[in-house]
T-cell receptor, first 117, second 110 residues
Framework: GAVVSQHPSWVICKSGTSVKIECRSL??????MFWYRQFPKQSLMLMAT?????????EQGVEKDKFLINHASLTLSTLTVTSAHPEDSSFYIC?????????????FGPGTRLTVL | GDSVTQMEGPVTLSEEAFLTINCTYT??????LFWYVQYPGEGLQLLLK?????DKGSNKGFEATYRKETTSFHLEKGSVQVSDSAVYFC?????????FGQGTELSVKP
């Protein structure tokens, strides 16, 4: 089946530093990947759509200068949280879109737990 | 706009009980429908999907049928196990983007 990895699985950083999270599709090529944020006991909130070779599309209310997304290849997208603050602490999940004849299916990574001190 | 509504949790069942988690949707046209499962501290795993009316998705003993007339995609399992304890998300796909329900937490007791 389709496998998506994320790295790191957890990270603790100091306030003001930047953190990069990688999302890789391991056995298929994904021209489109998505980044989500999840708060405890809640559903996923879509942050942005990452398209290979072009700029990401951000959802309303998401600061594009704070959450930098790069999708440089068909198997890798990165999310960089710049100048992180404690309110950025969250569970970040990526997904990769697998297109076939019948439907588009998102396969999710295992998530990255970010804690900002 | 499109939306997905799931039954509220938490749902607590005894092992080997029958499970139903209700999911209804509002959408134009005929979107693809999905069930994802999230175990504690992990990302989402695709459980099953259906792409058109009357399709039945099934996996690991779970089933769901795409009902156009009732705009529903209820998840069922005949006999749950403790290992099925997780949060279950119903979702529809619109131009590649997923619209999620709020999630239903399932707790199965031995």
């Amino acid at each position: 089946g389709a496998v998506v990895s994320q790295h790191p699985s957890w990270v603790i950083c100091k306030s003001g530093t930047s953190v990069k999270i990688e999302c890789r599709s391991l056995d298929f090529q994904a021209t489109t990947m998505f980044w989500y944020r999840q708060f405890p006991k809640q559903s996923l909130m879509l942050m942005a759509t990452s398209n290979e070779g072009s700029k990401a599309t951000y959802e309303q209310g998401v600061e594009k200068d704070k959450f930098l997304i790069n999708h440089a290849s068909l198997t890798l997208s990165t999310l960089t949280v710049t100048s992180a603050h404690p309110e950025d602490s969250s569970f970040y999940i990526c997904s990769a879109l697998d297109r076939d004849l019948f439907t588009d299916t998102q396969y999710f990574g295992p998530g990255t737990r970010l804690t900002v001190l | 706009g499109d939306s997905v509504t799931q039954m509220e949790g938490p749902v607590t069942l005894s092992e080997e009980a029958f499970l139903t988690i209700n999911c209804t949707y509002t959408a134009t046209g005929y979107p693809s429908l999905f069930w994802y499962v999230q175990y504690p501290g992990e990302g989402l795993q695709l459980l099953l999907k259906a792409t058109k009316a009357d399709d039945k998705g099934s996996n690991k003993g779970f089933e769901a049928t795409y009902r156009k007339e009732t705009t529903s995609f209820h998840l069922e399992k005949g006999s749950v196990q403790v290992s099925d304890s997780a949060v279950y998300f119903c979702a529809l796909s619109r131009e590649g983007k997923l619209i999620f329900g709020q999630g239903t937490e399932l707790s199965v007791k031995p």
